[in-house]
C-alpha cells in the first residue's frame, strides 16, 4: 500500500512532495491572494501612507450607503424568492410521475442556470420592455398597463431577471435534498397517526432545512456578486455595489481607490461568509442524502 | 377524489408557470432576432434573416468573436494545464494539501468579478509592472475566476478511479511519469476535464465584467459588444444573444451528455456530483 513510502530517502525529503504543487500555489498567491491583500491594506492607508479609518468611515455616506442597502435587498429578496418557488418547484419536478418529462425539466434547469448577464438582460428587454412583447400583449388583451409602474429597467425589473438565473440553481440544489426524502418516512408518520402537515412540519422540512439554508446563502452570494445583467439594464444609474465599484474602476485614472478597497473588502467579508456557511450547510445536508 | 384532482392541476399550474417563466424570454429573443418588426403588434409582422447579415457584415463581428474565442481556449487549456497535474499529485501523494487545495478551489466563489478585477488594477496596474490591461492577465484572471469548474469534476474523477493503484501498476511496468500521466491517468479522468473545459469555455466566452474592466476597448470581446449593441441597436443585439445563447445551451447539453456517458464508464457514479459544480456558474457571468 505504501508503495512510494518504501524507499527510505522519501521520509527525510517529505517537502519535495510539496515542489510540483508549487507552481499552482503561486499562481493563486500572485492572481487572487496578493491583489486581494493589497486590497485590505489599500482600504486602511491614508493618501500619504498613514493608517487611516477613514475609508471605511466614507461607506456611511449616502451613496456608498444606499448601494448596500440596495443590493442587500436585492439579493435577499430574490434568494428569498427562489428558495421558495425553487423549493415548490423542485418537489413538484420529483412528484412528475414520467421519469422522462422529469429528466427534461432538470435538463432545463441546468441550461437556463448558464443563462445570465448581458444576453439574458437583453431577453427581457424583449419580453417586457416598454414595448416588449409581453408588455404589448398585456396592453392588448387584458388592458393592463404595466409600465410606468413596473419598469425593467429599474429594481421590479431587477427583481424578475435576478429570480430568473436564482430559480433554476435553487432547484438544481433542492433535488438532490428532495430526491433524499424517502417514502419510508412518511408512510411511518402517517401510519403512526400525523398529518400531512406533521410530516412536513417534523420531517421532511427539518430534513431539507440544510439544502433551503445552503440555497439562500448561495442565491445570496450569486446575486451580491453579480454584475453584468445589472449593468445592461440600468447602466450605472440604479446604485448596486458591483455597480458602484464598477463606476468607480472605469477609466484610467481611478476615482477615489481608497473608497473602492473599502467596498471590495466589505463585499468579500459578506460573500465569505455566506459562501463559508453555505459550505458548512451543505457538508451537514450531505448526510441525508447518502 | 376531489382533493386529488385539484392537487393534481397545483403541481400541474405551478410546473407550466415555472416553464412560462423560463422559456418566455429565450424564445421570445430567438423570434425577435427573425422578425421584421415586433415592437407594435403582437405578432412578429415578418421574418428577415437580416439582423443577422447585418451582425456578420459590421467588421467587429469577427474580431470580436475571435476575440472570445481566443480567450476561451487559452482559459480552458491554462486552466488544464494548472489545475489537472495539481490536483493528480495532490491526491497521490500529498494528502495533506488536499483541504488547502478545496478551499483555494472554493474560494473565487466569494469573489465577484469586479472585486478581483480591482484587486488586479490595484497591485498590478502601476508601473514598472503594467500587466493588469493585458489579455494574458485577463487569461490568468479567468484561470481563477473559473477553477471552481475546472477542479471540482477533475476531483471527483480522480475520487472515482483509483488513482493509486493505477498510477503504481504503471510503474511496476517500467512506464515513465509522463506517459502514466499521459496513457493512464488522463484517460481515466477525461469525463472530469472534459465537463470542466466545456463549463470553462461556456463561462468564458459569455463573461463580460473582468473583461471590461482589465482589458476593455484594448480587447472587445463578445459580450462586450452585445452590450454595446443593446444600447444602440436591438436587432444587432437579438442577433448576438442569441449566439450567445446558442453556444451556452449547446455546452450545456455536451456537459449532461458527458456526464451521463462518464457515469456509465466508471460503475461507481463518480460524476454524479456534477450538478454541484454548476451552482455557481449563473452568478459568474452575470
Known amino acids: 500500500m505504501k508503495f512510494f513510502s518504501r524507499k527510505p530517502t522519501r521520509k527525510k525529503n517529505w517537502w519535495m512532495d510539496w515542489i510540483p504543487i508549487l507552481p499552482f500555489l503561486i499562481f493563486c498567491l500572485a492572481i487572487m491572494i496578493l491583489p486581494l491583500f493589497y486590497m485590505l491594506k489599500?482600504?486602511?492607508?491614508?493618501?500619504e501612507g498613514q493608517f487611516t479609518l477613514d475609508h471605511y468611515a466614507k461607506m456611511g455616506a449616502s451613496i456608498y450607503a444606499t448601494s448596500f442597502k440596495n443590493s442587500i435587498l436585492l439579493s435577499g429578496v430574490t434568494a428569498i424568492l427562489g428558495v421558495l418557488l425553487?423549493?415548490?418547484v423542485g418537489y413538484f419536478i420529483c412528484q412528475l410521475k414520467s421519469k422522462r418529462a422529469q429528466e427534461l425539466v432538470i435538463a432545463l434547469c441546468d441550461v437556463t442556470s448558464n443563462f445570465s448577464g448581458a444576453?439574458?438582460?437583453?431577453?427581457?428587454?424583449?419580453?417586457?420592455?416598454?414595448?416588449g412583447v409581453l408588455t404589448l400583449a398585456l396592453q392588448k388583451y387584458l388592458s393592463m398597463d404595466i409600465y410606468p409602474e413596473f419598469s425593467i429597467y429599474s429594481f421590479s425589473g431587477l427583481i424578475l431577471s435576478y429570480t430568473y438565473f436564482q430559480l433554476p440553481l435553487m432547484i438544481l440544489l433542492i433535488i438532490p435534498a428532495i430526491a433524499g426524502l424517502k417514502n419510508e418516512w412518511k408512510e411511518a408518520s402517517l401510519g403512526l397517526g400525523a398529518n400531512t402537515i406533521q410530516y412536513w412540519r417534523f420531517i421532511a422540512l427539518p430534513v431539507l432545512s440544510p439544502a433551503i439554508t445552503a440555497g439562500l446563502l448561495l442565491l445570496f452570494a450569486n446575486a451580491f456578486g453579480a454584475y453584468a445583467t445589472a449593468y445592461t439594464l440600468t447602466e450605472w444609474n440604479y446604485p448596486l455595489v458591483t455597480l458602484q465599484l464598477g463606476f468607480l474602476l472605469t477609466g484610467e485614472v481611478f476615482r477615489d481607490p481608497g473608497a473602492g478597497d473599502a467596498m471590495g473588502i466589505l463585499t468579500l467579508i459578506l460573500m465569505g461568509i455566506s459562501i463559508m456557511f453555505y459550505q458548512l450547510s451543505v457538508k451537514r445536508g450531505s448526510k441525508w442524502q447518502q | 377524489m376531489a382533493t386529488i384532482r385539484k392537487k393534481k392541476s397545483l403541481p400541474g399550474l405551478l410546473i407550466g408557470g415555472f416553464l412560462f417563466y423560463m422559456l418566455l424570454p429565450i424564445v421570445a429573443t430567438y423570434i425577435f432576432s427573425i422578425a421584421t418588426r415586433w415592437d407594435r403588434s403582437i405578432l412578429p409582422e415578418g421574418l428577415t434573416l437580416e439582423w443577422y447579415k447585418v451582425a456578420f457584415a459590421d467588421r467587429w463581428f469577427l474580431i470580436v468573436f475571435k476575440n472570445s474565442l481566443v480567450l476561451s481556449f487559452s482559459t480552458v487549456i491554462a486552466s488544464i494545464v494548472i489545475i489537472v497535474p495539481t490536483a493528480y499529485w495532490v491526491h497521490l501523494r500529498v494528502p495533506k494539501a488536499r483541504a488547502l487545495l478545496d478551499l483555494l478551489s472554493i474560494l473565487p466563489f466569494a469573489i465577484p468579478g469586479v472585486v478581483l478585477s480591482l484587486g488586479l488594477i490595484r497591485l498590478y496596474?502601476?508601473?514598472?509592472?503594467?500587466?493588469?490591461?493585458?489579455p494574458t492577465m485577463l487569461v490568468?484572471?479567468?484561470?481563477?475566476?473559473?477553477?471552481?469548474?475546472m477542479y471540482r469534476p477533475v476531483v471527483n474523477s480522480l475520487k472515482a478511479v483509483n488513482i493509486k493503484v493505477l498510477t503504481e501498476a504503471a510503474q511496476s511496468l517500467g512506464s515513465s511519469w509522463l506517459r502514466t500521466m499521459g496513457q493512464v491517468i488522463l484517460p481515466n479522468i477525461m469525463p472530469g476535464i472534459i465537463s470542466g473545459g466545456l463549463l470553462v469555455f461556456a463561462t468564458i466566452f459569455g463573461e463580460f465584467t473582468i473583461a471590461t474592466f482589465l482589458v476593455g476597448a484594448r480587447y472587445k470581446t463578445f459580450p462586450m459588444q452585445l452590450v454595446y449593441y443593446t444600447r444602440r441597436d436591438g436587432r444587432i443585439a437579438s442577433a448576438y444573444s442569441v449566439i450567445s445563447f446558442t453556444i451556452a445551451w449547446v455546452s450545456s447539453l455536451i456537459i449532461l451528455w458527458v456526464a451521463a456517458w462518464g457515469a456509465k464508464r466508471t460503475t461507481s457514479g463518480g460524476p454524479k456530483k456534477e450538478k454541484e459544480l454548476k451552482i455557481n456558474s449563473a452568478?459568474?457571468?452575470s
Open chain 1, 119 to 131: 444576453p439574458l438582460a437583453f431577453a427581457f428587454i424583449v419580453v417586457l420592455g416598454s414595448n
Open chain 2, 140 to 149: 490568468a484572471a479567468y484561470v481563477i475566476f473559473t477553477m471552481p469548474f
Open chain 1, 42 to 47: 489599500g482600504s486602511f492607508t491614508g493618501s
Open chain 1, 86 to 88: 425553487g423549493t415548490v
Open chain 2, 283 to 285: 452568478g459568474d457571468q
Open chain 2, 125 to 134: 496596474a502601476k508601473p514598472p509592472l503594467m500587466l493588469a490591461r493585458t
